[in-house]
């Protein structure tokens, strides 16, 4: 049904490097770029995360209530996402743990306080 997630940066070469290496842990690569936006996914057909400087020329800012979530293959997979995030100067908003049943997940905020988590069911 999610085609792509695209969330605003003020910073899109900083915000690029954050997103390079923290996508890689779950295997997606650049598939889409241009002067203003980049897009990562594991394939074409696959959701996609994107980051993009506001077409309006406004400065981004974060949407409040709004969270992307990366699913993972597994809890050791969440607390590396939640850790690679957080040494890549992103912020801790809830460390790796059960949260209900089965739903095991890891919050944090990018460089521009975009709300991502990583998570595993299982």
């Known amino acids: 049904m999610i085609g792509y997630i695209t969330?605003?940066?003020?910073?899109?070469?900083?915000?690029?490097?954050?997103?390079?290496?923290?996508?890689?842990?779950?295997g997606a690569t650049r598939v889409m770029e241009m002067d203003t936006f980049i897009a990562w996914g594991?394939?074409?057909s696959a959701p996609m995360?994107?980051?993009?400087?506001?077409?309006?020329?406004?400065?981004?800012?974060?949407?409040?209530?709004?969270?992307v979530s990366l699913i993972v293959d597994s809890k050791e997979k969440v607390d590396a996402v939640h850790a690679k995030a957080v040494a890549l100067g992103g912020k801790d908003e809830g460390a790796?743990?059960?949260?209900?049943g089965s739903f095991y997940a890891g919050y944090f905020r990018d460089?521009?306080?975009?709300?991502?988590?990583?998570f595993f069911m299982g």
């Open 7 to 26: 969330l605003g940066t003020n910073d899109l070469e900083n915000s690029a490097l954050f997103y390079d290496e923290l996508l890689s842990l779950v």
């Open 42 to 44: 594991n394939n074409p």
């Open 49 to 67: 995360l994107s980051i993009i400087k506001p077409f309006d020329g406004e400065p981004a800012t974060v949407g409040n209530g709004v969270m």
């Open 96 to 100: 790796p743990g059960l949260r209900g």
């Open 111 to 118: 460089l521009e306080g975009n709300k991502l988590n990583a």
